[in-house]
């Protein structure tokens, strides 16, 4: 088994839940295995209030969390990525910058929690509800045996963790 760390980077258009939630859970979640970075091709410059304070309930760190641009990530002196995982469906449709060191790609879309409607208990459950699903698709993620798959299994992999996953019962 190979005891390299893995980086990981999230993208989202305005970087400001989905992928936040997702950086968090998959720095928790990783043990050091994996090192998780959130991006968006269009960053909002603020984390939305109802993220930071579902992560803080969760006993999350939330001193990492900022809202940026995916540029930062493509630029030469960037952390190399092996995994970039797109988060909204939007950030999925658009051209991406080239990232270094060629990482393998997989889109997990996730329903927006910022564009919920209703009251504020509503709009921090769909916050909630963006949260069970990253959770449960970065434990399947954390559980696959990277070293020893091949690029074309592990790929059909990562793509088959986004696709509409049964919901809990």
Not at 79 to 92: E, G, I, K, N, Y
Not at 110 to 134: I, N, S, W
Request: aromatic share 8%.
């Amino acid at each position: 088994m190979s005891d390299r760390t893995y980086n990981a980077l999230f993208l989202c258009t305005g970087n400001s839940a989905r992928s936040i939630l997702a950086e968090a859970i998959l720095n928790r979640m990783g043990q050091g295995r994996f090192r998780a970075y959130s991006a968006g091709s269009q960053p909002k410059g603020e984390v939305h209030p109802f993220a930071l304070d579902l992560l803080k309930s969760l006993n999350h760190d939330t001193s990492f969390a900022r809202s940026k641009s995916w540029e930062e990530f493509a630029a030469e002196n960037a952390p190399v990525m092996d995994f970039v995982f797109t988060v909204c469906d939007s950030a999925a449709n658009e051209a991406c910058p080239v990232w270094p060191g060629q990482p393998m790609t997989a889109h997990w879309g996730v329903p927006d929690p910022a564009a919920a409607q209703g009251t504020d208990a509503e709009k921090h459950l769909a916050f909630a509800e963006a949260y069970r699903m990253l959770n449960n698709r970065i434990s399947i993620f954390t559980a696959l045996p990277i070293a020893s798959l091949d690029r074309l299994t592990l790929q059909s992999r990562l793509r088959d963790i986004g696709r509409d996953m049964p919901k809990a019962g």
